[in-house]
């Protein structure tokens, strides 16, 4: 069974930093991208940043400049951390992941159980 499993959320006010951080875990062959979404109250979940198994980045264009996402393939996590921050960017920020089980010979979805950010004025 694959979990992904986010840390680093919490209260931060405008202008600082957070760190988030996604650790997949479970039999595991691959994984293709790792991403963070967030999702505001009243509004759809959104892609935030991506990151490919060959560390291939994108990025919405609200984050371009103030988050940075990177991976490590050798320990299966990926982290997001995020500068500047915005009262805008305040959240619950979800891990996502492509990732192929040693069970099966399929790549699957993936879901993290999300972490609060909230960025106050």
């Known amino acids: 069974q694959v979990q992904l499993v986010e840390s680093g959320g919490g209260l931060v006010q405008a202008g600082g930093s957070l760190r988030l951080s996604c650790a997949a875990s479970g039999s595991i062959v691959e994984i293709n991208l790792m991403s963070w979404y967030r999702q505001a109250p009243g509004k759809r979940r959104e892609s935030v940043a991506t990151?490919?198994?060959?560390?291939?980045?994108i990025y919405a264009e609200s984050v371009k400049g103030r988050f940075t996402i990177s991976r490590d393939n050798a320990k299966n996590t990926a982290n997001l951390q995020m500068n500047s921050l915005k009262p805008e960017d305040t959240a619950v920020y979800y891990c996502?992941?492509?990732?192929?089980?040693?069970?099966?010979?399929?790549?699957?979805?993936?879901w993290g159980q999300g972490t609060q950010v909230t960025v106050s004025s």
């Open positions: 996502y992941a492509i990732v192929k089980p040693a069970m099966t010979s399929q790549f699957s979805n993936y």
């Open positions: 990151v490919t198994s060959a560390g291939r980045t």
